[in-house]
């Protein structure tokens, strides 16, 4: 009985020595609350659809390969689109004197130097319209790219009159074993504006490349600009339901800035009043709108960016990181307690 007793009171002393000397710790489970997309980001973003298919960081490298575009050298136009510079958004290492290879190899350096590791590199080609060549030509200058043993595929941006069933079909063949994506500048899917900014190809064109596209099983990207002169929001909101319609994979969005020496950048000193700016908050408020109305399988690449001060004229945001663009995207998402897709309508 005794040995009991002391046996209840070594407990005793054990337990209150534990509950006075040892912190105690104050635990708190976050509950994490998965999207339609299978992430607790509240849109379905570029980054989980990379890691969903490749299971690692996937990084672009910009490669010039010295194409031309159909609205410059005179097939479909000369003067080009009203905001084009596309010196705006080439990085330096992108010379198409070099090879396809020699790129790639600077490309990964200069990424590497800057950016966390990818596990995957991506051959991104952005400059003038990536398919518009002989399908020859196409084949030489896309065979060469995926033989560069670091990559894991091409991202191959166009205009949507460059291509063709032809050419589509050496793209499917090419995505059988490798990651192909079709990226189209659609831009804004008022003919109106269209015509207004010069683009050389109306709505239509672009709606049938898509389709013909996605059809072949090519993942389908597209970019649009958001803020043309005479484009109201209600109009860009509308929109949301146009891009919702198309088979597209991904979306990419932008802020309208204007480029130094562009046709744009003399309209804006002629008539400001027919731009609309917003400052970086109006924005992201704006475009949550345009998201909250997203396919929410819709994955969003990007929804805005900004060229180096030196390309730009007009007002803008300053020096801004993606980032930091992205951050305050998320932030705002979880304050108004919105996502991706909840004001969708199909
Ligand atoms: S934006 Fe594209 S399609 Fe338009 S002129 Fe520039 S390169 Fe050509």
């Keep these: 009985m005794y040995r009991f007793r002391q046996v209840g009171v070594a407990f005793w002393n054990v337990g209150w020595f534990l509950v006075t000397f040892l912190p105690i710790k104050k635990v708190t489970y976050k509950l994490k609350i998965m999207y339609d997309w299978a992430d607790d980001r509240r849109f379905n973003s570029y980054s989980r659809y990379f890691r969903e298919l490749f299971g690692s960081r996937v990084q672009k490298v910009a490669i010039n390969a010295g194409f031309t575009c159909p609205n410059r050298d005179g097939s479909v136009g000369t003067g080009g689109c009203t905001f084009c510079n596309n010196e705006a958004f080439t990085p330096s290492y992108c010379q198409p004197s070099k090879s396809i290879a020699q790129q790639i190899d600077e490309g990964i350096e200069f990424h590497a130097r800057r950016y966390r590791k990818a596990g995957k590199y991506l051959a991104y080609f952005q400059s003038f319209s990536n398919t518009y060549a002989p399908l020859e030509t196409l084949r030489t200058i896309y065979g060469e790219a995926l033989a560069h043993p670091a990559l894991a595929g091409i991202v191959v941006g166009t205009r949507p009159d460059c291509v063709d069933g032809e050419k589509l079909d050496f793209f499917a063949e090419l995505s059988r074993d490798r990651y192909v994506a079709i990226e189209y500048g659609i831009e804004s899917t008022f003919d109106q504006t269209l015509r207004a900014i010069n683009r050389g190809h109306d709505f239509a064109t672009a709606r049938r490349a898509v ?31 146009t891009i919702n319609s198309l088979p597209l994979t991904t979306v990419k969005f932008h802020q309208l800035q204007i480029f130094k020496n562009t046709a744009m950048a003399a309209e804006w000193e002629q008539s400001p009043e027919r731009f609309t700016f917003k400052n970086m908050e109006e924005y992201i408020e704006f475009f949550i709108a345009i998201l909250r109305r997203l396919r929410p399988s819709l994955v969003v690449e990007r929804f805005a960016g900004e060229a180096p001060p030196r390309y730009r004229v007009g007002r803008d945001w300053g020096l801004v990181r993606n980032e930091e663009l992205a951050a305050r995207l998320d932030r705002r998402l979880a304050e108004l307690d919105v996502r991706q897709g909840d004001l969708y309508e199909s």
């Design 211 to 241: 389709e013909m596209t996605a059809a072949r099983g090519i993942h389908t990207g597209a970019h649009f600009i958001l803020g043309f002169p005479d484009e109201t929001d209600e109009m860009l909101l509308a929109q949301a339901g």
